[in-house]
């Protein structure tokens, strides 16, 4: 890492109570570079005796957080916003280097995570209770807010920044503290903010961050009755596991799972609004992305025209190393993800469709997989109902209104929906009968702050960011005040 300014925030060890300490047994894992499938580092290797100590940190440092003031919990974050957004060129290098995605793409993902941090530290100055007309004279009914308890953390290789900090962010807002795990394969990211938060001087054991074992770290923080609550961000198979081993503490639970996210275009659509939509939702992060699109509905009056257009414009897409300034897409996470995307479109094209790929230079068995259209996919097809997690974009063709809500919401998942269309009328209907938590009109870039992020069926439960983000981490107390007279 001698491409950081600062090389302080290179921490290959684990953060708890505000030191980064090897693990127990000195156990490590190699964390590898994406582009080039080189080692970057090795990183302490933690388990359940080193969570197991984290929880009780966590719990003896919410005893002073929880009780601070909202304003003073609400300049702690804003600290750390400011250590981490004076800090994004490098932190951008850091998640670029074990992520893979362009060192742009990843300094906006710097500045979207610390956006979290900066909107629940003034959302924490906004928790409010409430007066309820009272039974009797003499009495007063109130509710008050507080926080949960312990909150542990489960986050994933795709936003390992972003991820992290808009779990956090609340979690502390509301007066909880955390335990966190990342992904091993982009343990750097976030271990990096917990050097940054001992810059902002957020009390020892507030945040604590492991990355190592995923059962071992996962299994001491479901088991923990200390730990109230767990909040995930990764695959529904996993999410229904973590759901139901917190059911035997009765834990309190978020999750952002699963997408299989439609992307509709009416007849009357722009098209080539569509289009640049499309591409910029589609191929972000190498398509690895839980809310960008993985069916194309479009419908058959403007299908010939809208598939010229994708095919023209995904033939600009530059594949690239994270490096290089005109890298538009990176590589795939390593050589599963590649066989995955592989398998997905070979099952298309053995059921009759065409896959059109853009040029790459990168030899068959590197991370690297260029952008590709298929045309004349069908339901029938695994693409239409699995995850892509790649940089496919797969076409089905619908004749009317009706059929493309009922192709869209044909999925067990509703994280994300997107369409285009020039009749306001249309735009209510669907947007409206869209199975979706969140629906992008006209629009394909949904996620800020400010918004309710978040899925229906199984795609999760609960909500990130906005002024619903604290709900799930905070408990409503009833108070009577009686004999009042």
Not at 37 to 46: L, M, S, Y
Not at 198 to 222: C, D, F, M, Q, W
Not at 420 to 426: L, R
Request: aromatic share 8%; glycine share 8%.
């Amino acid at each position: 890492m001698s491409f950081l300014t600062d090389d302080q925030l290179f921490q290959p060890h684990g953060f708890i109570n505000g030191e980064f300490v090897a693990a127990d047994n000195k156990s490590t894992f190699v964390v590898f570079n994406p582009a080039t499938k080189q080692a970057i580092a090795e990183v302490a290797r933690c388990g359940r005796e080193e969570t197991k100590r984290a929880i009780e940190h966590a719990k003896d440092a919410m005893f002073g957080w929880s009780r601070l003031t909202a304003k003073q919990r609400s300049e702690f974050l804003m600290a750390w916003h400011d250590q981490i957004i004076a800090n994004k060129k490098d932190l951008a290098k850091l998640l670029s280097s074990e992520q893979g995605k362009p060192v742009a793409e990843a300094e906006g993902e710097i500045v979207y995570g610390a956006s979290y941090i900066k909107w629940f530290a003034e959302e924490a100055k906004r928790i409010y209770g409430d007066i309820i007309p009272q039974s009797s004279s003499d009495s007063r009914l109130l509710c008050i807010k507080q926080p949960v308890g312990v909150v542990a953390c489960i986050t994933p290789w795709n936003f390992p920044n972003a991820m992290l900090t808009r779990k956090i962010a609340p979690a502390l807002a509301a007066g909880c503290t955390v335990v966190c795990k990342p992904a091993s394969e982009t343990p750097l990211s976030a271990l990096a903010l917990g050097e940054l938060a001992n810059r902002a001087g957020i009390p020892k054991g507030v945040i604590n961050i492991l990355a190592g074992s995923t059962a071992e770290i996962s299994s001491a923080l479901t088991e923990s009755s200390v730990v109230r609550k767990l909040t995930f961000t990764g695959s529904t198979p996993v999410g229904k596991l973590l759901t139901t081993e917190c059911a035997k503490t009765l834990k309190r639970t978020s999750m952002e799972l699963g997408g299989n996210a439609p992307f509709i275009v009416f007849e009357t659509a722009d098209l080539d609004a569509a289009v640049s939509g499309l591409i910029a939702n589609k191929f972000r992060n190498a398509g690895q992305t839980c809310v960008c699109t993985n069916r194309v509905l479009v419908q058959s009056s403007v299908i010939e025209s809208f598939t010229e257009k994708l095919i023209t414009a995904t033939n600009k897409l530059k594949l690239g190393d994270a490096f290089s300034a005109d890298t538009d897409i990176g590589p795939l996470i390593n050589e599963s993800a590649v066989k995955k995307v592989r398998e997905l479109v070979a099952n298309a094209e053995q059921l009759g469709a065409q896959s059109v790929s853009a040029e790459s230079n990168y030899p068959a068995d590197s991370n690297f997989v260029a952008p590709i259209v298929i045309k004349n996919a069908t339901t029938d097809m695994d693409i239409f109902s699995e995850e892509i997690f790649g940089p496919v974009a797969a076409i089905f063709e619908f004749e009317n209104e009706a059929q493309a809500i009922e192709m869209a919401n044909d999925s067990p998942f509703g994280l994300a929906a997107y369409f285009y269309s020039n009749d306001m009328s249309q735009v209510w209907r669907v947007g409206e009968a869209l199975e979706a938590g969140m629906v992008g009109i006209n629009d394909s870039a949904i996620s800020n702050e400010m918004i309710p992020f978040g899925g229906v069926k199984e795609s999760g439960q609960g909500r990130e960011g906005s002024k619903y983000g604290l709900d799930d981490y905070m408990e409503i107390k009833h108070l009577k005040m009686g004999g009042l007279k």
